[in-house]
């Protein structure tokens, strides 16, 4: 069995149930899966603190600035119900 990127689960899984689902451009190593909420379209959830490290990894921030990037061009930006949520996850 071929292993999948979590873009391609994603893509495979939206496809398969018929959901459109937006995701953030240059985090796709950092998708966790998709969020349910009652009466709402699924969203596509991420790991917030992988979005940091990936923009400290590829573009070179340190994690101060890669905190305030992210917070202004990413974890702000609304593109309306099926905006993308940031989880900070427990233990990490």
């Given at each position: 069995?071929?292993?999948?990127t979590p873009?391609?689960?994603?893509?495979?899984?939206?496809?398969?149930?018929?959901?459109?689902?937006?995701?953030?451009?240059?985090?796709?190593?950092?998708?966790?899966?998709?969020?349910?909420?009652?009466?709402?379209?699924?969203?596509?959830?991420?790991?917030?603190?992988?979005?940091?490290?990936?923009?400290?990894?590829?573009?070179?921030?340190d994690r101060?600035?890669?905190?305030?990037?992210?917070?202004?061009?990413?974890?702000?930006?609304?593109?309306?119900?099926?905006?993308?949520a940031y989880?900070?996850?427990?233990?990490?």
């Open positions: 069995m071929e292993k999948t873009r391609q689960w994603l893509d495979a899984y939206a496809d398969e149930h018929e959901l459109r689902l937006l995701t953030a451009n240059g985090f796709d190593e950092a998708i966790l899966g998709i969020v349910y909420r009652k009466g709402m379209e699924p969203i596509t959830l991420y790991d917030r603190g992988k979005c940091i490290r990936i923009l400290m990894t590829r573009d070179g921030m101060e600035g890669a905190e305030e990037f992210f917070s202004f061009n990413v974890d702000d930006s609304w593109v309306g119900e099926a905006t993308p989880a900070i996850l427990a233990n990490k």
